[in-house]
């Protein structure tokens, strides 16, 4: 009986012991990271009206690499649930810049600065960072709607990236940003794919594909 006894105050004690251990947490690392205090800095010193979060969504720490979004300002259209005015924005070793600006009010019409490319950022060009931003929900379309169009304007990015990402050029910011570089109006084959976008649901791809259409007849010239 008395074996018994024990037994069970062992098991008793097992369970409480058990539940008092830290948790772990199977979440991925940008869930349990924090922004790092240099770009809450950034953030604070824009003074957006009615700051509400800023999130995380993406955190590379051994890249010293941080792809953050704040929202603020007033909610709008409320009644079918509220959305509200963003930035997304890009923190890689000593420098901070935004990405994207969404203001439908166009408080921050001229926000600067805008992230500076340049030549080192290699992770901002590698696979890892769009596969590693389209983990999170969102990642996919910050990916398109802000980095692709920051990198095919910043003349610092390397031309086998722009090869690499010519396949959004159906993205009409990108596509003709694109369409200014050397190494892609000079290459009959991307434009001619791009030159035969067309899409009836599309019809931003027109003006790709005008554009493209041109100056490959004039390569043909």
């Known amino acids: 009986m008395k074996k018994l006894l024990f037994l069970a105050l062992a098991f008793v004690v097992l369970l409480i012991t058990s539940g008092c251990q830290p948790e772990t947490s199977s979440e991925p690392n940008t869930k349990r990271a924090s922004i790092t205090p240099d770009v809450n800095d950034f953030v604070k010193s824009y003074k957006f009206p009615k700051l509400r979060e800023k999130t995380l969504l993406l955190n590379v720490p051994e890249q010293d690499f941080q792809v953050f979004q704040i929202q603020y300002g007033e909610g709008r259209d409320c009644e079918a649930g509220c959305f509200y005015h963003f930035a997304i924005g890009l923190k890689y070793n000593n420098k901070i810049g935004w990405v994207l600006i ?3 009010d166009d408080f921050n019409k001229n926000i600067s600065p ?5 030549s080192n950022d290699k992770y901002l060009f590698s696979n890892d960072f769009s596969s590693g931003l389209s983990i999170n929900p969102w990642g996919e379309d ?4 802000g980095f692709l169009p920051l990198l095919a304007k910043d003349p610092d990015t390397p031309d086998e990236t722009i090869l690499k990402i010519s396949k959004f050029m ?9 369409l200014e570089r050397p ?8 434009l001619t794919w791009a030159a035969n976008l067309s899409y009836p649901d599309h019809y931003e791809y027109a003006k790709v594909s005008s554009k493209a259409q041109k100056l490959l007849n004039e390569l043909k010239d």
Not at 183 to 190: G, H, P, Q, T
């Open 102 to 104: 969404k203001d439908y």
């Open 142 to 145: 910050v990916y398109q709607r």
């Open 183 to 190: 190494i892609i109006y000079k290459n009959k084959e991307i």
């Open 114 to 118: 805008m992230y500076n490319v340049d």
């Open 170 to 178: 159906y993205i009409e910011e990108v596509g003709l940003a694109m």
